[in-house]
C-alpha cells in the first residue's frame, strides 16, 4: 500500500524545472503609417515562465506611454495588458522567435491633419517577432516588433454641434470611427 511506504522505498521523480523571468523594457509605438513615423515612447513590464526545454515562453505584459513628436504630428496614448507565448527557433545563445496572444488595451490617439480626436477599449489579440541574445546566461536582451490588433475602432465624437431653436435642443452632427492597428518596436531587458 502506498501508505506504509518508507523513505527508502520510494523514488524522487527527477525534473527539469523550468525558470520564471521579469522583464523591463522600452517601446515605441507607430503612428497609422499614412501619417508619419515618429514613434510615442512607452514603458513594458513582462513576466513569463521559460520552459525547461528554452524553447517556450507563456506570460503576461503591460505596456503603457505615449505622446507625440510636435503639436502638429498625431498624438498616441496606449495603455495594453497582455496574455501569450512565445516559441524560439534554437536553443542557442542567440534565437529568432514568434508569439502571439490576446490583449485588453486602451488606445488613444489624435490627426491633427485630419481632425481626428478618438479613443476607446476592449479585446484585441497581437502578434511578436524579434531575436533575442545572451539567451544561456541569466540576462537576456531582445529586440524586436510587435502588431497589436484591436476588436474594436476608436470612436470620436469631436465633431461640431448644432442648436435647434424649434426644440431647443443641441444635437451632435458628425461622430467618426477609426480603425487602428498600431505597430511598435521593443527594446527589452529579462532578469
Do not use: C
Not at 523514488?11 to 508619419?36: N, T, Y
Not at 524560439?88 to 485630419?114: A, I, K, Q
Request: aromatic share 10%.
Amino acid at each position: 500500500k502506498v501508505d506504509n511506504l518508507v523513505g527508502g522505498d520510494t523514488r524522487v521523480p527527477k525534473s527539469r524545472p523550468g525558470i520564471v523571468h521579469f522583464a523591463l523594457g522600452l517601446a515605441g509605438m507607430a503612428p497609422p503609417l499614412d501619417q508619419g513615423l515618429s514613434p510615442a515612447p512607452g514603458i513594458m513590464l513582462d513576466i513569463h515562465y521559460e520552459t525547461p526545454s528554452q524553447r517556450f515562453e507563456l506570460g503576461g505584459a503591460f505596456r503603457g506611454g505615449g505622446g507625440s513628436a510636435s503639436s502638429q504630428s498625431p498624438s498616441i496614448g496606449f495603455a495594453i495588458f497582455s496574455v501569450g507565448g512565445r516559441y524560439y527557433t534554437n536553443d542557442t545563445d542567440m534565437s529568432p522567435y514568434v508569439g502571439g496572444g490576446l490583449s485588453w488595451g486602451y488606445l488613444n490617439l489624435s490627426l491633427p491633419g485630419e481632425g481626428f480626436h478618438g479613443d476607446n477599449s476592449g479585446l484585441g489579440a497581437y502578434v511578436d517577432a524579434g531575436v533575442e541574445i545572451l539567451r544561456t546566461h541569466h540576462t537576456h536582451l531582445a529586440l524586436g516588433a510587435r502588431l497589436d490588433v484591436p476588436f474594436f475602432a476608436l470612436n470620436s465624437s469631436n465633431g461640431t454641434e448644432t442648436y435647434n431653436q424649434a426644440t431647443g435642443t443641441y444635437t451632435q452632427t458628425t461622430q467618426s470611427a477609426y480603425f487602428y492597428a498600431p505597430l511598435s518596436l521593443e527594446l527589452r531587458l529579462t532578469f
